[in-house]
């Protein structure tokens, strides 16, 4: 029971370089999220995806960009990276019962 | 602004010194508050939701109890395989996607 996979693990970007942050979930779940995780501070949600075909912005959007074609899948685009964006990345999707299940993240560090 | 803080920032305890940890919080309607444990470089693992206030969750040597501000997390008798970082989590009724608002964690040690 895979649950939710997040790729790559860690990440280096240089300054204006661009990547997209993979996320898969195996449960079926209609709701997925991106969250990103600075030292100290609690999670701040970046987008969030209701179905396949809908996303809306979150609390911290500026920089991303995503897409849902599919129910599985909910990967989070980063244009021109910027040192502000070194982070923790984590993707979750929610269940019927209203419970939030996480991916193992992603580090990145823009230099 | 809905808002949660969690105190203390860190808490060391002696093994099966039992303590707990609070979460208040400040939000314009509450649907349901969460627990999460969160260990060095993984995701956040659910433990426990609460949805109104007077009720209690139990799990192993966590108890989770919710009043109208505030959320403890009760732990009795630790051991250093509770060592983590505790996280609350709020979500209210104006959430159109049921998104959680979160705290900025409990960072739990306890040494044997």
């Known amino acids: 029971n895979a649950g939710v996979t997040q790729t790559p693990k860690f990440r280096i970007l240089k300054i204006g370089q661009s990547m997209t942050l993979q996320c898969t979930q195996d449960?079926?779940?209609?709701?997925m999220y991106w969250y990103r995780q600075d030292p100290g501070m609690g999670l701040k949600l970046i987008y969030y995806s209701v179905g396949a075909g809908i996303t809306d912005k979150g609390e911290v959007p500026n920089g991303y960009n995503v897409s849902r074609s599919t129910t599985e899948d909910f990967p989070l685009r980063l244009e021109l990276a910027a040192p502000s964006q070194t982070s923790v990345y984590f993707c979750?999707?929610?269940?019927?019962?209203?419970?939030?299940?996480f991916g193992p993240g992603t580090r990145l560090t823009v230099t | 602004e809905d808002q949660v803080t969690q105190s203390p920032e860190a808490l060391r305890l002696q093994e099966g010194e039992s303590s707990s940890l609070n979460c208040s919080y400040t939000?314009?309607?509450?649907?349901?508050l969460f627990w999460y444990r969160q260990d060095p470089g993984k995701g956040p693992e659910f433990l426990f939701t609460?949805?109104?206030a007077g009720e209690e969750k139990e799990k192993e040597r966590l108890k989770a109890t919710l009043t109208k501000k505030e959320s403890f997390l009760h732990i009795t008798a630790p051991k250093p395989e509770d060592s983590a970082t505790y996280l609350c989590?709020?979500?209210?009724?104006?959430?159109?996607?049921?998104?959680?608002?979160f705290g900025s964690g409990t960072q739990l040690t306890v040494l044997p």
């Open positions: 449960m079926n779940h209609n709701y």
């Open positions: 979750a999707s929610r269940s019927q019962e209203n419970e939030q299940y």
């Open positions: 609460l949805y109104s």
């Open positions: 939000v314009s309607g509450l649907r349901g």
């Open positions: 989590a709020v979500q209210t009724f104006s959430g159109s996607a049921r998104q959680l608002t």
